[in-house]
């Protein structure tokens, strides 16, 4: 079994269809995979599928590598990136962290 199922992440490969999402953006993955085909997950509450999947809980793998193939719906933009000196990727882990492991 992986570890770690809550993770951020910049985007480094995007298909070209995808038009909210750019490469080099900070997103936060939503660590719920559902069918999305559903009423109840096109609804929004896919959460509460019986057959949800999720990272590091059998048989899915953990997040905790260097590249994660994620469904784009499941992504969710951190902030807008100015520049790209490499100091967003710094930023988009604590924030990944900080949320979790933050005082109460």
């Known amino acids: ?13 995007i298909l070209s269809n995808v038009k909210d ?8 993955l939503e660590p719920g995979i ?27 793998h953990g997040s905790l590598a260097n590249q994660v193939v994620h469904p784009v719906d499941l992504c969710f933009k951190l902030f807008q990136q100015d520049n790209d000196n490499g100091s967003h990727r710094h930023t988009c882990w604590q924030q990944s962290v900080s949320g979790r492991d933050g005082p109460p």
């Open 1 to 13: 079994m992986g570890i770690e199922y809550e993770c951020a992440g910049v985007i480094k490969e």
């Open 21 to 28: 999402l750019v490469l080099v953006d900070c997103v936060a």
């Open 34 to 60: 559902s069918c999305w085909g559903c009423t109840q997950c096109k609804e929004g509450r896919y959460n509460l599928r019986p057959d949800m999947k999720f990272f590091a809980t059998p048989p899915v």
